[in-house]
């Protein structure tokens, strides 16, 4: 089994920037695309990024396109979200996950297998 854990979320203003980290620790051998979701108040999670095995390839949900990047080092075991030019519609718990069977970068949830418990990011007007 993977572990995963968020860190890097918190409270910043409209326009701010934020650096996300998901280390994962465990079976990271299993690990082939990982992925970044989100949650707003009451909904479901909705796909934000992901990146394949190798960090050749990533695919974004078109409302952070251009403002978030996805990032991975496998040496590490680390997963990063840089986001940028934040909006307060980016207010959300923002959860990593890591795919067993998918090593492109699928944005479909019941792809990935692994999940973390999730950091809270609010983006203030």
């Known amino acids: 089994q993977v572990r995963l854990v968020e860190s890097g979320g918190g409270l910043v203003q409209t326009g701010s920037s934020l650096t996300l980290s998901c280390a994962a620790s465990?079976?990271?051998?299993?690990?082939?695309?990982m992925a970044w979701f989100r949650r707003g108040s009451g909904e479901e999670r909705e796909f934000v990024a992901a990146?394949?095995?190798?960090?050749?390839?990533?695919n974004y949900a078109d409302s952070v396109k251009g403002r978030f990047t996805v990032s991975r080092d496998n040496t590490r075991s680390t997963m990063w979200l840089q986001m940028n030019s934040l909006k307060p519609e980016d207010t959300a718990v923002y959860y990593c996950?890591?795919?067993?069977?998918?090593?492109?970068?699928?944005?479909?949830?019941?792809?990935?297998?692994?999940w973390g418990q999730g950091t809270q990011v609010t983006v203030s007007s």
């Open positions: 465990g079976r990271t051998n299993t690990m082939n695309a």
């Open positions: 990146i394949s095995t190798r960090g050749g390839e990533t």
């Open positions: 996950a890591a795919s067993r069977i998918s090593v492109l970068p699928t944005s479909r949830k019941e792809r990935y297998a692994d």
